[in-house]
């Protein structure tokens, strides 16, 4: 057997101990060396030499001292989540949503893009580069300082290898995405279905807290669904689960194989407005077309009040579908469904009690946008974390 050598076995030890103070610290704010060495199982010279080390680099800091046994007072340690940065960015039709976050999650800064439309693949790699370059002036944040990106891209994603294998919005159709985006930003990149990564950040810090499985349905330029089940995210076995957009819902003309699905064409916000313009009303692309049509349909306009009885037949409809097979705790509703009033929620809970046999409770997103860049910068946290306990980094 071939052995790494003594330099090797050195080197690799000492990131392992290192790392193993760490993990306690995130663990367990404000540790004593003392009750470090006995939690990590290391002597007490070799932990005070590797905190002295880490406190050099700003990765640990001094907080004041604790309560004393007998002796002095032992000084008090926190790991610094400030010492270094994570960066989320999610894609949602012409919008990109980025923010630069702490070692914690904690967001620092957030900046908003509007890309020209039509968005393709070169035109949305472009706008990560310069949204980041901007969120790091505007946060003051050198990038040597940043561990990761997690990127939230419309479409079936897969995550370990990059790859986005459909996505008709940008035209990505089998390509190594992930790859692309590490050599122009020149950082590690975590890649994730956009749902996904909103449905993340709903379930750890917004509405679906404390549940253990949920749906997270969003509406926007096309329609997906995030799934928990007994708190995992739920991906499938390509990693499609989700891809709500393509239930047969609503008219089926013909469609090919990179266009969007049926579902998605007939209701989410271009479905709707197109057919609010077949229709003759007046809508702005620009503002929440649901908002324009609930104001159109209270000053008394029939046809604003069959489309919108429409559109929540067929959003109730993708709902039942779901919550039928996987019988969620929560249904969480997002993107434009979160513009809802009290008068659009109560028909569709009257539709789904009349169609299925249990109906979730229902409420609306509570993190909007924020919800996407949580989940982005939470998976880059993960990684980063099992990656460093499995090679000891």
């Known amino acids: ?80 989540v400030q010492a270094y940065a994570v960066v989320g960015a999610v894609f ?58 997690g990127v939230g891209l419309p479409g079936i994603t897969q995550r370990l290898s990059g790859t986005v294998s459909y996505a008709p919005s940008t035209g990505w159709m089998d390509l190594p995405v992930g790859k692309e985006i590490e050599e122009r930003l020149h950082l590690p990149v975590v890649l994730d279905n956009d749902v996904n990564m909103m449905t993340q950040g709903e379930f750890f ?51 090919r194989k990179d266009e969007f699905g049926v579902f998605e064409k007939n209701f989410s916000v271009a479905g709707i407005h197109g057919k609010a313009k077949a229709l003759g009303l007046h809508v702005d692309p620009e503002a929440s077309t649901l908002k324009q049509l609930i104001k159109l349909a209270e000053e008394g306009h029939p046809q604003a009040d069959v489309l919108l009885n429409e559109v929540y037949h067929g959003w109730a409809s993708g709902i039942a579908n779901t919550v039928s097979v996987l019988d969620p705790e929560m249904l969480v509703l997002s993107g434009e469904m979160v513009h809802l009033n009290e008068a659009g929620l109560d028909r569709i809970r009257e539709l789904l009690f009349d169609w299925v046999p249990v109906v979730p409770e229902i409420r609306l997103a509570e993190l909007r946008e924020r919800a996407g860049l949580l989940g982005a910068v939470h998976s880059v946290l993960e990684a980063h974390s099992s990656a460093a306990m499995g090679a000891g980094i």
């Open 205 to 255: 810090g917004g509405a679906g807290s404390g549940v253990s499985s949920l749906v997270y349905m969003y509406v926007g330029t096309g329609i997906g669904a995030g799934i928990i089940i007994d708190k995992q995210l739920y991906r499938g076995s390509r990693e499609a689960s989700g891809e709500i957009g393509y239930m047969r819902i609503g008219d089926s003309p013909g469609r």
């Open 92 to 149: 949602e039709g012409s919008e990109l949503e980025m923010a630069v976050a702490d070692m914690k999650g904690e967001l620092i800064a957030q900046v908003h893009t509007r890309l020209n439309r039509p968005v393709d693949g070169e035109s949305a790699l472009h706008a990560l580069e310069a949204t980041l370059a901007r969120l790091l002036e505007t946060s003051g944040i050198a990038r040597d300082r940043v561990i990761g990106i």
């Open 1 to 80: 057997m071939i052995g790494r050598g003594k330099t090797g076995n050195t080197k690799f030890m000492k990131q392992m101990n290192r790392e193993g103070i760490l993990h306690q610290l995130r663990q367990e704010p404000r540790l004593s060396r003392a009750e470090l060495a006995a939690k990590t199982k290391l002597s007490r010279p070799c932990v005070s030499a590797l905190v002295e080390e880490m406190i050099g680099e700003g990765l640990i800091r001094e907080v004041g001292t604790g309560e004393s046994k007998g002796g002095r007072k032992p000084i008090l340690l926190e790991y610094n």
